[in-house]
């Protein structure tokens, strides 16, 4: 019996170990540099950077093919991420702290097929697709989007 107590204490411990040392997830709500973070987590080639008025736009290229395009406001917010492509990128770690409010969200309305909304305070993720046709998406926060910022512009 005490080697399975020890056994499991050590297996809790390693658990815990590796939830402490995870690599922190950026994106939705972080800085800037957390764009560096999700390139680096998701294996994804050299970002791009491209300038708007209000904000800049950083677009990853990931191994699936999927390209991934992260807003971040003047103020060095991320305040929108984007995807398309043939997989839908680890979505934790691009809506990092909001992912748990996406994941546990009981207002999902579902339009046709392959389509979801997901609307849950100032957080809103929209995504659809199909395993041959596709998928994309994007999710941002409402209430962290520049002025001037129109919603066509994100994707």
Request: hydrophobic share 45%; charged share 20%; no cysteine.
């Amino acid at each position: 019996m005490r080697h399975f107590r020890y056994g499991l204490g050590a297996t809790l411990l390693a658990l815990a170990n590796m939830l402490v040392s995870a690599p922190a997830a950026a994106a939705l709500g972080q800085d800037e540099t957390s764009v560096e973070a999700d390139r680096v987590q998701m294996h994804a080639a050299a970002a791009q950077r491209g300038a708007r008025n209000a904000y800049s736009v950083h677009e990853l290229a990931l191994p699936s093919g999927t390209v991934v395009r992260e807003f971040v406001a003047k103020s060095g917010t991320v305040f929108a991420v984007a995807w398309r492509g043939p997989a839908i990128p680890d979505l934790r770690q691009l809506l990092g702290a909001h992912f748990a409010t996406y994941a546990g969200s009981p207002q999902r309305a579902r339009g046709g097929r392959g389509h979801l909304r997901v609307q849950d305070g100032a957080l809103v993720v929209e995504s659809s697709g199909r395993s041959r046709a596709g998928f994309r998406g994007r999710a941002y926060l409402h209430d962290a989007l520049p002025a001037g910022v129109q919603m066509d512009e994100i994707q």
